[in-house]
């Protein structure tokens, strides 16, 4: 859990402040962005804490294999999701909004395996 944190933090201080002038029908939506970033995020984490530890693979690769596998489920090009990336960069407040919506899926996701029949075990 630390280590996806830390991507989260790491994704958003390398957020910038400029306006790359991308008109908001160039981008991808923010649903579709939340959910595509969702997974990045997952991925580089499943990169940085399994694949990691295996001397004999190449971590870079294995991690553009990976992403390129969650851009193919969402049926969305790899420079669409980084020009969309780059927008809501450079937009602080959508991004924020963005993260947000996956900091909420996160600790949904961290008490799943709490839950009996979709409710909650523990009140």
């Known amino acids: 859990m630390k280590s996806f944190i830390s991507a989260i933090l790491i994704v958003w201080l390398l957020l910038g402040c400029s306006d790359n002038g991308k008109s908001s029908s160039d981008i991808l939506d923010k649903q579709k962005m939340?959910?595509?970033?969702?997974d990045i995020m997952r991925a580089n984490s499943y990169t940085e804490l399994?694949?990691?530890k295996d001397s004999l693979k190449d971590l870079?690769?294995?991690?553009?294999?990976?992403?390129q596998q969650i851009?193919?489920?969402h049926k969305v090009s790899k420079e669409d999701f980084y020009k969309s990336y780059s927008y809501y960069?450079?937009?602080p407040d959508q991004m924020r909004s963005?993260?947000?919506s996956i900091g909420a899926k996160a600790e949904?996701?961290?008490f799943k395996p709490?839950?009996?029949?979709?409710?909650?075990?523990?009140k």
Do not use: G, H
């Open 89 to 91: 960069a450079s937009q």
């Open 98 to 100: 963005i993260l947000d």
């Open 71 to 73: 851009f193919t489920v």
């Open 34 to 38: 939340t959910s595509v970033l969702w």
């Open 114 to 122: 709490y839950e009996r029949n979709n409710r909650p075990i523990l």
């Open 50 to 52: 399994f694949i990691k």
């Open 108 to 110: 949904r996701d961290r």
């Open 60 to 67: 870079m690769m294995e991690n553009m294999k990976l992403q």
